[in-house]
């Protein structure tokens, strides 16, 4: 049995490079009307993909513009129609909101096989094969239980979901295997709640025992209780990234490629720090930071993910090109809709 090779993930956009992009996309929006975002979307992630990569190859995004763009006409004027017609009637309203209800499930069928079929790597396509069966029961029926449980089955909910995207999808004809149970993101979702609860539950203390001492004339009492309180605040803002980082650990370290597995290492405290940062640094500079706080986030992201190649991943790359090519590819479903921003 060969031994594991592990071969880390890596970024090299520069914020630099992405705010020319960046700004260009906002302007030529703006003067199109909304138009030009389907272009803007595609060089957007175009310049995502190719500058992220395993070992001595890069990923790339082919998507064609006028596909997304006619999905996205296609959401507004959905959107649209709700609005105006909840306006007009509630009765109508709910009669269109259930429509949206029934074919969401098939749209975002449509849009995980876009995204799939326009990106590759190595020269070699993505894949999503699923059913509509499949489709309606993840994002229609167990939304819809989740309610109706009062959310007690978000996380049997979230599971799936990501069982669905993840078991569904395929590198040309070899696919994904998503291996984590419900259990975990019941535990997962656990303690996030119970850190909330925790954190809630200090900061009213604290507050509560500092306006008690100011009523005691304690001068210094408040501005000590405030301070306090800023620090809960923060606290109370690591709870976010504790439950983004764990789940990507969750997720990617259950999930496996042929022989092959991943390994995500994303750590709260570091997750914190890139997005506390990047937020402050936004605010101080009236937006035009954007671009660089995303190149960061992106390379933070990715030099937390490894690939623990199980054999020769050139050699898994060759035989799986072989595959397709004997099999042939699946070109018509690359003009599916895509509804996602």
């Given at each position: 049995?060969?031994s594991?090779?592990?071969?880390?993930?890596?970024?090299?956009?520069?914020?630099?490079?992405?705010?020319?992009?960046?700004i260009?996309?906002?302007?030529?929006?703006?003067?199109?009307?909304?138009?030009?975002?389907?272009?803007?979307?595609?060089?957007?992630?175009?310049?995502?993909?190719?500058?992220?990569?395993?070992?001595?190859?890069?990923?790339?995004?082919?998507?064609?513009?006028?596909?997304?763009?006619?999905?996205?006409?296609?959401?507004?004027?959905?959107?649209?129609?709700?609005?105006?017609?909840?306006?007009?009637?509630?009765?109508?309203?709910?009669?269109?909101?259930?429509?949206?209800?029934?074919?969401?499930?098939?749209?975002?069928?449509?849009s995980f096989?876009?995204?799939?079929?326009?990106?590759?790597?190595?020269?070699?396509?993505?894949?999503?094969?699923?059913?509509?069966?499949?489709?309606?029961?993840?994002?229609?029926?167990?939304?819809?239980?989740?309610?109706?449980?009062?959310?007690?089955?978000?996380?049997f909910?979230?599971?799936?979901?990501k069982?669905?995207?993840?078991?569904?999808?395929?590198?040309?004809?070899?696919?994904?295997?998503?291996?984590?149970?419900?259990?975990?993101?019941?535990?997962?979702?656990?303690?996030?709640?119970?850190?909330?609860?925790?954190?809630?539950?200090?900061?009213?203390?604290?507050?509560?025992?500092?306006?008690?001492?100011?009523?005691?004339?304690?001068?210094?009492?408040?501005?000590?209780?405030?301070?306090?309180?800023?620090?809960?605040?923060?606290?109370?803002?690591?709870?976010?990234?504790?439950?983004?980082?764990?789940?990507?650990?969750?997720?990617?370290?259950?999930?496996?490629?042929?022989?092959?597995?991943?390994?995500?290492?994303?750590?709260?405290?570091?997750?914190?720090?890139?997005?506390?940062?990047?937020?402050?640094?936004?605010?101080?500079?009236?937006?035009?930071?954007k671009?660089?706080?995303?190149?960061?986030l992106?390379?933070?992201?990715?030099?937390?993910?490894?690939?623990?190649?199980?054999?020769?991943?050139?050699?898994?790359?060759?035989?799986?090109?072989?595959?397709?090519?004997?099999?042939?590819?699946?070109?018509?479903?690359?003009?599916?809709?895509?509804?996602?921003?």
């Open positions: 049995m060969e594991q090779q592990r071969l880390p993930f890596g970024f090299t956009g520069y914020g630099g490079e992405y705010f020319r992009i960046w260009v996309n906002i302007v030529l929006t703006v003067l199109t009307l909304g138009i030009y975002s389907a272009w803007a979307k595609v060089r957007r992630l175009q310049y995502f993909y190719r500058n992220s990569w395993v070992q001595s190859a890069n990923f790339d995004y082919h998507a064609n513009p006028l596909a997304i763009l006619k999905g996205r006409v296609f959401a507004v004027v959905l959107f649209m129609a709700y609005n105006f017609s909840i306006k007009f009637s509630p009765l109508l309203g709910a009669a269109i909101g259930i429509l949206i209800a029934l074919v969401m499930p098939l749209l975002l069928l449509k096989r876009f995204r799939a079929l326009n990106s590759s790597y190595c020269g070699l396509r993505f894949g999503f094969i699923s059913t509509k069966r499949r489709a309606y029961k993840t994002f229609l029926l167990l939304p819809v239980l989740t309610g109706l449980t009062l959310y007690l089955l978000a996380p909910t979230h599971q799936r979901i069982f669905f995207q993840h078991n569904n999808s395929r590198y040309g004809q070899t696919p994904f295997q998503f291996s984590a149970g419900a259990g975990a993101f019941y535990k997962l979702y656990g303690i996030t709640f119970l850190l909330y609860l925790i954190a809630i539950a200090v900061s009213g203390l604290i507050v509560g025992a500092g306006f008690k001492m100011a009523s005691l004339n304690n001068a210094h009492a408040l501005a000590i209780s405030a301070f306090v309180a800023v620090l809960i605040v923060l606290s109370l803002l690591t709870i976010g990234p504790y439950f983004v980082s764990r789940l990507q650990n969750l997720v990617w370290n259950h999930t496996s490629l042929g022989g092959h597995r991943f390994e995500s290492t994303l750590t709260a405290r570091g997750l914190f720090w890139v997005q506390f940062t990047n937020f402050i640094a936004i605010i101080c500079t009236l937006g035009l930071y671009p660089f706080a995303d190149i960061r992106v390379r933070y992201r990715l030099q937390h993910m490894t690939m623990l190649a199980g054999g020769d991943l050139q050699t898994f790359v060759a035989d799986v090109h072989q595959q397709v090519n004997a099999t042939g590819e699946e070109t018509a479903e690359i003009f599916d809709l895509d509804i996602a921003l």
